[in-house]
């Protein structure tokens, strides 16, 4: 393997990590930083945009599209589990997690029994690009640009909207807000379907990378989780900067010892870094 | 017909009714049954397994996971039990077949509180069970401390020698017919990618082995942990190392990622697998090309063109028409049945102890779907017939013989255990029933080639 196929190994590595990270982490950090709530069904919203997109895939609709009916369709779950739910809960940490939780449990057993283990899957598209003696899929690097373009319009969502602007002030400062006749249950109830359109058409995006199963949400939370603590509290800054890092991180990382070798980095890194930086990079930024 | 089984999801304790028209007949006969028992115990208490007068009903138990991650597979596996009990009446000797059936959901602690439950309350005359070795291994301290004659019917990675215990299956070293092949059609280097786990290391282990006989050796090989499906630099290191085939030992749908991403980075080598396609049918769930030149071996695939095969396929989807691919894992449930059909009509008596004889007499020999089973009386091992299929690129599966040419015929016949294990493993002439072995043997480095 000479230097430049090397060089060029590692960034597509890099690429397509920060690319998946970015995508798993956002729905997660909107919900988390805003609302404040641990939302442990987070795999679950992606999973039901994964096999939402599947299911509009095969009916024929192209994937531009069924991914954004993916999006929606995991937004309108989150609405539900919202108003079921989550709304009784605000303000109480632990009663959400525990609840998510068991709405994670509930999600998966339904998919199971609906759909059993496995789920047919989606063709990646777009080829792959040689370099060298070596290739890679071009939709693990172009999943890398959809990130982008998803934190770019998160961000212009959250400063030019007056959506945006109440929910900033939520986050803020909340019974200030409300002082000033910012309704926030409706900010958070709004908050909470964008995060969860944001998990589906993260969940519609993967889907042709992965085997599509019940349990597809479980695998992803745990990266998840830990883009969103490296990240810290700011939701656009924080959480693309630790997508970025760990990206980085992890690639090399598995081109020397293997995919068991770059979960190794990424795990020891967050630890190593919340050490040091427990407010994470958002602390650094700020 | 087609009546699903009754076994409560939730609670996983109600026992079997098994479905149709009988059941008035048989709820009596049960009831019968229980009385009989009831006297024979109180006549010879303490003495469980073998109480057994002539018009007894005839108990067999299946111990499958009908929920929980596995959950499809068992009930597979216990429908085609069904449809086999039908086939056969519910008779065997002339007497009533009763079947009881839970659901231990994946768990193993649910396994052993549900084999001593069908064991010790039930008193069945044959259990049949557990899906994966965890739960074999869950179960078989207590079936060995019962003298509960057993079958173990799922595909593993070889090793169980046990008195009570015998196994029709795939095991990892039978598949060798498919190393061979690969090494002399595609040449000697492969790249192995191994779940990290007991089954994916000991098969790799095998592998190594019959690679080395047949003067192959690994470029590489990379053990992935269950449940990872991220295979980006796997395929950097795979390009690296520029082998002749691939060797999948991939597990669980998860990993089975890897051949969607291999393609999608444009990886064209053929894949050799002792994991695919027969009991998780890869070239169904997946659109083609993906699994373009995978060439698989197992003892069983829905595709087998025999006669015998495609009537039972048919039969099979017609009353199950849930199952879209009949797989590795119901076929061998049903094999598993004709054989302690076999050993019971052999022995004259449905007595633990006969049976066992029986299955160690080396006249116990079925035709199954897969083609002969026959049951080597030292190893309680199945000796069968092995099938190579070549996946194409429009995932159609064509079976090849050893030079690649296709074929109606198995790649090899009456395959049986390795070497090695044949020679550790002697039950018939070092193991009583009084004073059984119950072990499982683990190659160690270095064992296989002496």
Redesign the interface.
């Known amino acids: ?1 000479s230097l430049i196929e090397s060089l060029f ?1 590692f960034l ?2 890099a690429l ?2 920060f690319g ?1 990270l970015a995508l798993i982490a956002l729905g997660l950090a909107v919900i988390f930083g805003i609302m404040g709530i641990i939302n442990f069904a987070h795999g679950e919203f992606i999973l039901v945009g994964a096999y939402t997109t599947a299911m509009g895939y095969h009916a024929g609709f192209p994937l531009l599209l069924a991914i954004f009916v993916g999006g929606l369709a995991a937004g309108i779950f989150g609405l539900i589990v919202e108003r079921l739910i989550i709304q009784h809960l605000y303000d109480r940490l632990i009663e959400t997690l525990v609840a998510t939780w068991g709405v994670s449990l509930i999600v998966i057993q339904l998919v ?1 029994i609906q759909f ?9 598209p ?3 690009i ?1 370099y060298g ?8 690097i172009a999943l890398a640009g959809a990130a982008i373009v998803l934190f770019a319009s998160t961000y212009a969502i959250f400063m030019y909207t007056r959506y945006g602007l109440h929910s900033r002030a939520a986050m803020q400062n909340k019974e200030m807000a409300q002082c000033l006749g910012i309704p926030t249950k409706r900010v958070y109830m709004k908050t909470f379907f964008f995060g969860s359109v944001l998990s589906g058409i993260a969940g519609g995006l993967i889907a ?6 019940p ?2 949400g479980t ?1 992803v939370l745990v990266e998840a989780f830990v883009t969103v603590i490296v990240g810290g509290a700011n939701v656009i800054v924080g959480t693309s900067l630790a997508a970025l890092s760990l990206g980085i991180i992890q ?1 090399p990382a ?2 020397l010892f ?3 070798g ?2 190794l980095a990424l795990l020891i890194t967050t630890v190593l870094l919340i050490r040091v930086l427990p407010e994470g990079l958002t602390g650094v930024v700020e | 017909m087609g009546a699903r089984k009754s076994t409560d999801r939730s609670g996983q304790t109600t026992p079997n009714a098994h479905g149709s028209g009988k059941n008035s007949r048989r709820r009596f006969l049960k009831a019968a049954g229980g009385l009989g028992s009831a006297a024979g115990l109180s006549a010879l208490a303490g003495c469980i397994g073998s109480l057994g007068s002539d018009d007894e009903t005839i108990r067999i138990g299946t111990l499958y996971d009908n929920s929980g991650e596995l959950g499809f597979t068992g009930e597979g596996k216990d429908a085609v039990t069904e449809m086999f009990l039908e086939e056969q009446d519910y008779e065997l000797l002339g007497r009533e077949v009763e079947l009881i059936s839970y659901d231990p959901a994946g768990d193993n602690t649910q396994y052993q509180n549900l084999t001593r439950r069908i064991i010790q309350e039930d008193e069945v005359d044959m259990l049949f069970g557990a899906l994966l070795s965890s739960n074999r291994e869950a179960m078989r301290p207590i079936v060995n401390e019962n003298k509960q004659l057993y079958s173990y019917n799922d595909w593993y990675e070889g090793g169980v020698c046990d008195q009570f215990t015998f196994i029709n299956t795939t095991l990892s070293s039978q598949q060798r017919p498919m190393i061979e092949f690969m090494i002399d059609n595609f040449g000697p280097d492969y790249y192995a990618i191994v779940a990290d786990y007991n089954y994916g290391t000991i098969s790799n282990q095998y592998a190594r082995f019959y690679a080395e006989e047949y003067g192959g050796q690994p470029v590489g090989e990379e053990f992935v942990p269950l449940g990872v499906d991220e295979f980006g630099s796997t395929i950097n290191d795979i390009q690296q190392a520029d082998p002749d085939w691939i060797l999948s030992l991939t597990i669980g749908a998860p990993q089975a990622s890897f051949f969607e991403q291999a393609e999608a980075a444009g990886l064209d080598v053929p894949y050799g697998s002792m994991s695919n396609i027969a009991g998780t049918y890869e070239h169904k769930t997946f659109e083609p090309p993906v699994m373009t030149d995978t060439y698989s071996c197992f003892s069983y695939f829905e595709e087998i063109p025999t006669e015998r095969n495609q009537e039972f396929v048919e039969k099979f989807k017609s009353e199950y028409p849930d199952f879209d691919y009949v797989f590795l894992s119901i076929v061998d449930a049903y094999t598993a049945l004709q054989l302690y059909w076999e050993a019971v009509e052999l022995a004259g008596t449905v007595d633990q102890e006969e049976v066992a004889a029986a299955y160690e007499s080396g006249d116990i020999s079925v035709e199954a779907p897969s083609g002969t089973v026959a049951m080597d009386p030292e190893t309680h091992h199945a000796t069968q017939d092995m099938w190579l299929a070549h996946v194409d690129e429009s995932h159609e599966v064509q079976f090849l013989d050893v030079d690649g040419n296709p074929t109606d015929e198995p790649i090899s016949e009456q395959v049986g255990t390795s070497d090695w294990f044949a020679s550790e493993c002697q039950l018939a002439s070092e193991s009583t029933w009084d004073d059984p072995i119950t072990e499982q043997y683990i190659p160690e480095e270095g064992d296989l080639t002496e």
């Open positions: 393997m190994g597509i590595l397509s990590h998946k199971r059993g283990g496995t789920f047919a899957g989606i063709h990646t777009l080829g792959s040689q003696a070596f290739s890679a899929s071009t939709y693990r042709p990378t992965v085997s599509l199963t349990d597809m695998n690639a598995s081109m293997g995919t068991l770059g979960y």
